[in-house]
């Protein structure tokens, strides 16, 4: 058994996946495996890829599998990881050469199940950091975790136990994946230092917007039958319920009004609303929308009539755009 599993899929990402990977092997923490997944390439990764495993013989496993999409990559590999801990890197990202001595050194010391650090969204113009805080109990873990799966470190037996997989042909996979985990989790520990550089592409799936947007609900609603099927939903409704809120209300509609295609941005919209509206009827009860800050009160605004002004309003973001490309 190595200390931490490091699970890499990969996709036609030839022009990032060297960085990301030479990015794990120089890690400070020499006792780690490095699992690259092959998830039905057709650009020149494989080969780059295939230097690594040459150089690398004994740290690197090497999977190849035919194209399912992220989380099915992901899950492919779980079985093959042998580490203490396990971890996922996204091969278009890159991280600190310290990152995993310090998050296992942590998580020895603290005996947690899950060790998260900070990061970086790395735009072409600029690089924003993200912070989180230490959760007071699962609750607080539910209201404000940062859902992401490549910011920490689990448990492997944490892990296999559960039984918690990623959601294969869903976008937002992570988001499904890390809220049924928390029940799970008994302990986790935040080390206060930005060791992954979140790049964003502006062709990568998860920034073009589509109807595939409207995944979000199904991958909301999948948390809510895992609670209520575990016997945890009355006992977590109220966090429950407020962040199937904030995702459609928030990060998700932004995404929603920047779809195209008028008649299938009104029905994604009008989709995201009924839903929240038949699932939580009272959502705009919930005590922690009645907190007071700015984002809830953006959301306690929202009615029919607003939904139908901020899709015009992401309409001429749209123009605006292509305006742009076009002419500057």
């Not at 839903?275 to 959502?283: A, C, D, E, G, I």
């Not at 009860?285 to 953006?298: A, G, H, R, T």
Request: glycine share 4%; charged share 30%; net charge positive.
């Amino acid at each position: 058994m190595c200390k931490v599993s490091v699970i890499v899929p990969f996709y036609n990402v030839e022009e990032y996946i060297e960085r990301s990977i030479k990015s794990v092997v120089e890690q400070t923490l020499k006792d780690i495996e490095i699992i690259l997944v092959n998830d039905g390439s057709k650009d020149g990764s494989e080969e780059i890829a295939q230097k690594y495993i040459n150089m690398y013989p004994n740290k690197i496993k090497y999977l190849k599998k035919k194209n399912g999409g992220l989380a099915d990559a992901r899950n492919y590999a779980i079985p093959y990881a042998t580490g203490e801990y396990i971890a996922f890197l996204d091969s278009d990202d890159y991280i600190e050469e310290d990152m995993y001595k310090e998050m296992y050194e942590t998580a020895k010391l603290d005996n947690a199940d899950v060790v998260e650090c900070d990061y970086f969204w790395e735009y072409p113009e600029e690089t924003i950091r993200s912070s989180g805080k230490q959760y007071k109990d699962k609750h607080d873990m539910l209201v404000n975790s940062r859902v992401v799966a490549w910011n920490k470190l689990i448990k492997r037996d944490v892990l296999i136990n559960s039984g918690v997989e990623f959601s294969v042909g869903l976008r937002y996979e992570d988001v499904e994946f890390f809220y049924k985990l928390i029940p799970f989790i008994n302990s986790i520990s935040i080390v206060k230092k930005p060791f992954v550089h979140y790049v964003q592409r502006e062709s990568s799936i998860s920034n073009v917007q589509n109807e595939k947007t409207a995944d979000i609900i199904k991958i909301l609603n999948n948390v809510i039958d895992y609670y209520k099927e575990k016997n945890l939903f009355e006992e977590y409704k109220v966090d429950l319920e407020y962040i199937y809120s904030r995702y459609i209300l928030c990060s998700s509609l932004l995404r929603m009004v920047m779809i195209e295609d008028k008649n299938k941005r009104g029905k994604v919209i009008n989709y995201a609303w009924d839903s929240l509206n038949k699932k939580f009827p009272n959502w705009k009860k919930n005590p922690y929308i009645k907190e007071k800050n700015q984002k809830n009160y953006y959301m306690l605004s929202i009615t029919p009539q607003t939904l139908k002004i901020y899709s015009k309003l992401g309409r001429i973001r749209i123009i605006r755009k292509k305006i742009q490309e076009k002419f500057i």
